[in-house]
């Protein structure tokens, strides 16, 4: 049976990255309680690493330059100390996702 492009496990991560990051980027007004935010955290972590893999084997680091310290910094350190910090952070974990998932298209 044959695949059609939609049906790949690339397209599928490529779903499951927008769908989170579609979640993690709402208004503030529409925050969610604070164990979705600890999913969101969990699933676009998972989702960077695997896009931050295909990144470096396309040879994509200069086009996400900026991602790459964002997500150093972000992988690298816990949130800021504030009622919103969690929150922030899955935000911008959501920038650099979705900056990964645009050089890997572009390149591709």
């Known amino acids: ?3 059609s492009p939609a ?3 690339a397209s599928a991560m490529a779903a499951d ?3 989170l990051v579609s979640k993690a980027l709402v208004p503030y007004n529409l925050k969610p309680p604070d164990e979705d935010i600890a999913a969101l955290l969990s699933g676009l972590t998972i989702q960077g690493e695997q896009l ?3 990144v470096i084997r396309r040879n994509g680091a200069a086009a996400a330059g900026n991602a790459l310290e964002d997500w150093r ?3 690298g350190r816990g949130p800021e100390a504030s009622p919103l910090g969690d929150w922030n ?3 911008a ?3 650099v ?3 990964f998932h645009r050089v890997i298209t572009q390149e591709g």
């Open 1 to 3: 049976m044959h695949e």
């Open 7 to 9: 049906d790949t496990p």
């Open 17 to 19: 990255a927008a769908a």
């Open 52 to 54: 931050l893999c295909d």
């Open 73 to 75: 910094t972000l992988t």
């Open 89 to 91: 952070r899955v935000r």
């Open 93 to 95: 974990l959501a920038r």
């Open 97 to 99: 996702v979705r900056a």
